[in-house]
């Protein structure tokens, strides 16, 4: 079974930026998920590998970015213009099935998941 294994997680001050990474990327869709303390998980962005095609929460619209090194088998989340709310845990997820754009947030159809990094943003 395949691990991804997630990093550059760290604490910021608000406006600041952060990258994560994640490997390894593989078909069909990486996305990246965060979970804040008593809520929810909630899918930030994903990709889809084959393609390259991008979807984006509302809440980080214009601000993150989801790309994908296929030489490094990597798949990056640049945050800039970090908040407070975005602080969190944040997961790297795989989905190897094809999706309706209407699942690319859905936690329940991604298989598999890393572990988690720690993105603190403080104002």
């Known amino acids: 079974q395949v691990q991804l294994v997630e990093s550059g997680g760290g604490s910021v001050q608000a406006g600041g930026s952060l990258r994560l990474s994640c490997a390894p990327a593989?078909?069909?869709?990486m996305a990246w998920f965060r979970q804040a303390p008593g809520k929810e998980r909630e899918g930030v962005a994903t990709i889809y590998t084959g393609g390259g095609n991008t979807y984006y929460a509302d809440s980080v619209k214009g601000r993150f970015t989801i790309s994908q090194d296929n030489a490094k088998n990597t798949v990056y989340l640049q945050m800039n213009s970090l908040k407070p709310e975005d602080t969190g845990m944040y997961y790297c997820?795989?989905?190897?099935?094809?999706?309706?754009?209407?699942?690319?947030?859905?936690?329940?159809?991604?298989?598999?998941w890393g572990q988690g990094t720690q993105v603190t943003v403080s104002s």
């Open positions: 997820a795989n989905a190897r099935t094809p999706l309706w754009a209407s699942r690319v947030f859905d936690p329940k159809v991604f298989g598999y």
């Open positions: 593989t078909y069909y869709y």
